[in-house]
């Protein structure tokens, strides 16, 4: 087995899984560097949610191994923040309750400042107390990034988080990651099918295959951030964009478009 | 954002085993002073209207006493009645008591294990389906005329009640909220207190107030079987002697325990499964 590669926060080496019979993914080997933002894109049901779960930990996997700062992961890691596709937030208990669930599990004494700190910063001061149907998409959102956050893991594996929401919350939201992840320098992985997120995001793009997943491409995303509206709409961007979209399609007549 | 009053309803109970209709979303308290004093209205003219047809016919006691009669004979024997509320009670809060705790663990434990809640089921079913009534006979004949044949009836109608029901709730797991508690690393224990039972609680609840509607019929029927004493016993010695008012009075008061139990329920379910609106 190779080594993980020097400076590399999490290294993922010849990761497969299979659910039965069914291989979900099949020899996945990446790295994420220190401090980095790097987003995953493929197709659905290819095997992005399970790469990522193990990544966290919550499931092991059938072959290969994800290491954390060179430690081999076997199970949920303190380090390791998960915000779950859809808010997962429980419905019976109100926003703050929400936020302090992790803590409760963990039978450790919250960190009030920083949560209210967190609160405040994503703009939910104030609906401490509001169950989770009285909120929108994007509070809801905002709130279970929050809880992720509270314990300040220092690497955030994200699930599509944004899937759900509408095209104007989604950039709003994506613009609190980033000024999120400038404020704690946390490493990011970030599950999306959005190759806009992805780009407005990421310091690179993996792209992932049809089921069995396995990365098929690796883009480096040079743009200067913050990645204003004008870079977002230039035509680095929408080759890149094309590019990425050939890959996942593997359409001859886009990849052509492309160059 | 929703500035509806939370209301609490039995919802998506599809493969639960309940009453048809029985919901906890009936009638929402009333608001207004303007409401309350429709319902009073709505009372007096029913019970008011019931009196003077009564008298009005001249029907005869024996058949239907007049609403007055019967709330003249509730003050008069309510003294005389008042131990054997008490033995119903007695025989209904302990037969529920063991029974209701009884299925709920059952329901916990069994449905962790898909393949012993195939195998325990058939026999929930038959128990639900079985009036436990028909065994009280039996049970007189093993355990004597006192409160034991009772509240093994009551116990054996109201806990398979709740079993089933409370075993879809427990079935209803969310894997995503699961796996955010083992995220934290949440332990077995904390997974089914912190996740599988709060979102159990609606149908538990469900199961509580049916198994507890059950169980005091049960308990009635049991005590018109046989023995000398509760609430049913008075219902057959008062209808024997033809006491019509004084039978009309228990039956009042029987409704009434029932309508206070589904007022508990729908009380505590407001407090604790109202999210699931
Ligand atoms: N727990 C599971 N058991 C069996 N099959 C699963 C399980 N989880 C996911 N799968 C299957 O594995 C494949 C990959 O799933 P997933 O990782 O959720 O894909 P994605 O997140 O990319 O949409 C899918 O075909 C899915 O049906
Ligand atoms: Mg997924």
Known sequence: ?259 | MTDAIPEFRKSQSGAGVGLAGVSLAAGTGARTRKEIAIIILVAVIVIGGLEVLLRWFEVPHYILPPPSAIMAALVKEFPLLLPHLRDTLICLFAGFGIGASIGLVLAAVVTQKPFVEKVITPYILILVTTPMLALVPLLILRFGFGYSPRIIAVALAAGPMVMINAATGFRRTDSAKIALARSYGASVLQIFWKIRAPMAMPMILVGLMIGAIFGLLTCVGAEMVGGGFGLGNRLTTYSSMINMPEFFAVIMILSIMGILLYVLFFLIGKKWASWEA
């Not at chain 1, 659910?19 to 197709?43: C, E, K, R």
């Not at chain 1, 809801?140 to 899937?163: H, K, T």
């Not at chain 1, 919350?169 to 946390?186: A, C, D, G, Q, S």
């Not at chain 1, 509206?229 to 590019?243: G, H, I, P, Q, Y």
């Open chain 1, 1 to 259: 087995m190779a080594a993980a590669t020097e400076g590399a926060r999490l290294s993922i080496r010849g990761a497969g899984k299979r659910y039965g019979d069914l291989q979900a993914i099949a020899d996945v080997s990446l790295d994420v560097g220190h401090n980095t933002i790097v987003s995953i894109v493929g197709p659905s049901g290819c095997g992005k949610t399970t790469l990522l779960w193990s990544m966290s930990g919550l499931h092991g996997l059938s072959e290969g191994q994800v290491q954390l700062d060179g430690q081999t992961i076997t199970g949920p890691h303190p380090d390791i923040g998960l915000v779950f596709q859809e808010a997962n937030l429980l419905p019976w208990r109100n926003l703050m309750q929400n936020i302090l669930f992790p803590w409760e599990v963990k039978r450790q004494k919250p960190d009030m400042a920083w949560i209210n700190h967190l609160l405040d910063r994503v703009g939910l001061k104030g609906f401490e107390t509001r169950m989770p149907r009285e909120l929108s998409g994007g509070m809801q959102q905002r709130a279970s990034i929050v809880r992720a956050l509270s314990l300040r893991p220092s690497v955030l594996l994200m699930d599509e988080p944004f899937g759900a929401l509408d095209a104007f919350t989604r950039e709003e939201m994506n613009r609190l990651v980033e000024e999120i992840w400038l404020e704690t320098k946390t490493t990011i992985v970030f599950i999306t099918h959005s190759i806009e997120e992805a780009i407005f995001l990421s310091d690179r793009v993996l792209v992932l295959s049809k089921r069995p997943g396995r990365v098929i491409a690796d883009y480096p995303v040079p743009f200067v951030r913050p990645r204003s509206l004008k870079t977002m709409a230039s035509r680095e961007v929408f080759d890149l964009t094309n590019r990425i979209k050939a890959d996942i399609y593997g359409q001859t007549t886009l990849r052509a478009a492309a160059e």
